[in-house]
């Protein structure tokens, strides 16, 4: 069978990652990128397409060659692929789900101890040549995690590898799921939505962007939270309404946030949230480690190979 990868780009963009798992699974045809125009005419005579993110809508997909009858996404969430469109024309749909839970828990981590340190702000004092906390007494304020609640919405892998990082701090944990968890740990607990945003001191999020969950933080679930507590998103940028979380941060509702997504991506210049000082903001890295976008890599060339051998894989409902 042949693949073509429609932006290798997106995934490869330093050139440090070997394409032999993909090369061996199947005839590769690679470009660094490709304009909606160019999409129609590089699918053709391929079997199986991989994409990063490139919007695939039903009017596209129902014009692609009968030829095409599986989609890679080169990632976990699938929402820029019409997935009715792709029943229709007989596509089967495979993401990666997993390749980057390490990385991306390691980020939540990062932002977590970075909140509690008031790392942005001590740095931001030295940048304007603000050299009190060192000459004078410490200037902004900084608390341990150890006691501290953290309220994790959606307790899937990447959640669990945060939990299993926060309780070695010494935290309580609160999670929210759309299916609850029963825990060994009795220090981790199933709560509602809203007792996990009154009760926790962070809150960290870590489920898919859904019709049902786009905007699940909004102004009112913002209110919930206390004053002293910090949102942590490493997920979807549109799981949060951009617009509420920074009246909430202008209006001093919540502390702060990290954040390593936004909506849109990437972001107009002139957003607020770049020049507060209690926020935290990374372009979307959780998922870009040498080693994780080499799993990732390896792990499309085992899709391929098993939707070859008749028994595809991570196939997305």
């Known amino acids: 069978m042949k693949t073509v990868f429609l932006n290798s780009?997106?995934?490869?963009?330093?050139?440090?990652?070997?394409?032999s798992p993909l090369s061996k699974a199947s005839t590769l045809a690679?470009?660094?990128?490709?304009?909606?125009?160019?999409?129609?005419?590089?699918?053709?005579?391929?079997?199986?397409?991989?994409?990063?993110?490139?919007?695939?809508?039903?009017?596209?997909?129902?014009?692609?060659?009968?030829?095409?009858?599986?989609?890679?996404?080169?990632?976990?969430?699938?929402?820029?692929?019409?997935?009715?469109?792709?029943?229709?024309?007989?596509?089967?749909?495979?993401?990666?789900?997993?390749?980057?839970?390490?990385?991306?828990?390691?980020?939540?981590?990062?932002?977590?101890l970075s909140l509690s340190s008031y790392l942005?702000?001590?740095?931001?004092?030295?940048?304007?040549?603000?050299?009190?906390?060192f000459t004078k007494h410490l200037q902004v304020?900084?608390?341990?995690?150890?006691?501290?609640?953290?309220?994790?919405?959606g307790a899937g892998t990447i959640g669990q590898g945060v939990i299993k990082v926060a309780r070695a701090l010494g935290m309580n944990i609160l999670t929210y799921n759309r299916t609850p968890k029963l825990w060994d740990d009795p220090r981790v607990k199933s709560v509602s939505l809203d007792d996990l945003l009154a009760g926790s001191d962070l809150v960290s999020?870590?489920?898919?962007?859904?019709p049902q969950t786009k905007h699940l933080i909004d102004i009112t679930k913002l209110k919930l939270m206390k004053p002293s507590a910090y949102l942590i998103n490493t997920s979807r940028g549109a799981l949060i309404n951009e617009t509420d979380l920074i009246t909430a941060l202008q209006e001093n509702i919540?502390?702060?946030?990290?954040?390593?997504?936004?909506?849109?991506?990437?972001?107009?210049?002139?957003?607020?949230?770049?020049?507060?000082?209690?926020?935290?903001?990374?372009?979307h890295i959780g998922w870009q480690t040498l080693e994780a976008r080499q799993?990732?890599?390896?792990?499309?060339?085992?899709?391929?190979?098993?939707?070859?051998?008749?028994t595809p894989m991570n196939v997305v409902k």
Do not use: W
């Open 9 to 19: 780009s997106k995934v490869n963009f330093d050139g440090n990652l070997d394409y």
């Open 30 to 112: 690679n470009f660094h990128s490709s304009s909606p125009e160019e999409i129609l005419e590089r699918v053709k005579d391929h079997d199986i397409v991989i994409t990063k993110e490139i919007p695939l809508g039903g009017d596209l997909i129902r014009n692609f060659p009968p030829c095409v009858k599986l989609i890679c996404e080169a990632g976990t969430g699938y929402n820029n692929i019409d997935l009715v469109a792709c029943k229709e024309k007989g596509i089967t749909v495979c993401n990666i789900p997993g390749y980057s839970t390490d990385s991306v828990a390691q980020l939540a981590i990062t932002l977590l």
């Open 120 to 133: 942005t702000q001590q740095q931001n004092m030295i940048q304007n040549n603000n050299f009190n906390n």
């Open 141 to 153: 304020p900084h608390f341990e995690l150890n006691g501290k609640t953290l309220g994790i919405i």
């Open 205 to 210: 999020l870590h489920c898919p962007l859904t």
């Open 254 to 283: 919540i502390a702060g946030a990290g954040l390593d997504v936004l909506d849109p991506e990437p972001p107009t210049l002139d957003n607020p949230l770049f020049y507060m000082d209690n926020v935290i903001l990374t372009p």
């Open 295 to 310: 799993r990732l890599i390896n792990l499309l060339g085992e899709n391929i190979k098993a939707f070859i051998n008749g």
